[in-house]
């Protein structure tokens, strides 16, 4: 199981870090991506960290701002959010996968949370 924390509310250029934590799963041994959607939007790749923990992915619109990093000792996946723009208002999930490749599509991700709010304001 996977669950996302740390959503909420923030100003343009701001900063938010997400946090995913697994349970059941030991996710040193899954490639761990981030999505976001919006109402009527397919699922974007947002992030992705194969698990070696040195192939990074991350989607055109967020390179630069947002940075995947692992916490092994916790078991759990962080997605640092800076210079937020209202364009990155989105619910966020993480998601799961046994492929060392890491793919910034849904479908090979097994495993997903049930999402988090992020809203960024003008």
């Known amino acids: 199981q996977l669950v996302e924390s740390g959503g909420g509310s923030a100003q343009a250029g701001g900063s938010l870090r997400l946090s995913c934590t697994a349970s059941?799963?030991?996710?040193?041994?899954?490639?761990v991506a981030w999505f976001r959607q919006t109402p009527g939007k397919e699922r974007e790749g947002v992030a992705g960290s194969g698990t070696a923990g040195d192939n990074i992915e991350y989607g055109d619109s967020v390179k630069g701002r947002f940075t995947i990093s692992r916490d092994r000792s916790k078991n759990t996946v962080y997605l640092q959010m800076d210079s937020l723009k209202p364009e990155d208002t989105a619910v966020y999930y993480c998601?799961?996968?046994?492929?060392?490749?890491?793919?910034?599509?849904?479908?090979?991700?097994?495993?997903w949370g049930q999402g988090t709010q992020v809203t960024v304001s003008s």
């Open positions: 998601a799961a996968s046994t492929f060392a490749q890491v793919y910034m599509v849904p479908g090979p991700y097994e495993y």
């Open positions: 059941g799963l030991e996710l040193r041994y899954y490639t």
